[in-house]
């Protein structure tokens, strides 16, 4: 299997990621950190929506795989590992070296469980 890798560049760095090892983006404001599976968190000087645009841009089609919830995360759909409505909680896992838990709202949770069973990730 080829890796495919996005790009990020910013005046002082070039970030350079294996999407596959993309667990979630945060945005923070003006912000957004990246957590990868090796629970590094990087952090970029650009906003949510921006990373939304460069994933789509650079990635097309396999973009799909990250899957925007409300206005603070973009989760990559291969580790989401359970959607518990009522305690407003998605869980991220690799079921092996990491377990993400993140407050997520009832509805979009509601949103997210639906298109994982119309999907079947």
Not at 46 to 73: D, P, S, V, Y
Request: glycine residues 4%; aromatic residues 10%.
């Amino acid at each position: 299997m080829t890796q495919q890798r996005i790009y990020f560049n910013s005046r002082d760095k070039l970030i350079r990621l294996d999407i596959q090892k993309i667990v979630y983006f945060e945005g923070d404001g003006n912000y957004t950190y990246i957590v990868t599976a090796n629970r590094q968190k990087i952090c970029l000087t650009i906003n949510l929506t921006h990373t939304e645009e460069a994933l789509a841009l650079q990635l097309g089609e396999i973009a799909k795989q990250f899957m925007r919830i409300g206005k603070r995360f973009i989760v990559n759909m291969n580790y989401i590992y359970q959607v518990d409505i009522q305690k407003q909680t998605l869980m991220l896992s690799d079921c092996d070296r990491f377990l993400f838990q993140m407050p997520v709202s009832k509805e979009a949770l509601k949103t997210v469980k639906e298109l994982v069973i119309q999907t079947k990730i």
